[in-house]
Nanobody, 121 residues
Framework: QVQLAESGGGLVQAGGSLRLSCVAS????????MGWYRQAPGKKRELVAT???????NYADSVKGRFTISGDNAKNMVYLQMNSLKPEDPAVYYC???????????????WGHGTQVTVSS
């Protein structure tokens, strides 16, 4: 039906930057919003940032001022620019989308498989 694929994770030094990308593909009729969550070992998955199709954004307090979410509606893509990375940022970062599929009645949440972000001190 719908697939989300993340890319851009990796190893970076504390204070450095990474840019994550996510593309949604498949039987997409419309996308209401996309976003990023993260999950560190032993912790619950938590919201990082979201963006609606209209461009409204929402950030976790822990990343405000450091991370920027952006989207490309025409390409069904969402990005996460992560600056000033801290030792508490390492996690698997998951892309998610609130997506209505072709011939569907309502939108569902779809998830990618995640991309690892590691920060060295």
């Amino acid at each position: 039906q719908v697939q989300l694929a993340e890319s851009g994770g990796g190893l970076v030094q504390a204070g450095g930057s990474l840019r994550l990308s996510c593309v949604a593909s498949g039987s997409i009729f419309s996308i209401n919003a996309m976003g990023w969550y993260r999950q560190a070992p032993g912790k619950k998955r938590e919201l990082v940032a979201t963006i609606t199709s209209g461009g409204s954004t929402n950030y976790a307090d822990s990343v405000k001022g450091r991370f920027t979410i952006s989207g490309d509606n025409a390409k069904n893509m969402v990005y996460l620019q992560m600056n000033s990375l801290k030792p508490e940022d390492p996690a698997v970062y998951y892309c998610t989308g609130d997506i209505k599929v072709v011939d569907g009645f309502i939108a569902y949440d779809f998830w990618g498989h995640g991309t690892q972000v590691t920060v060295s001190s």
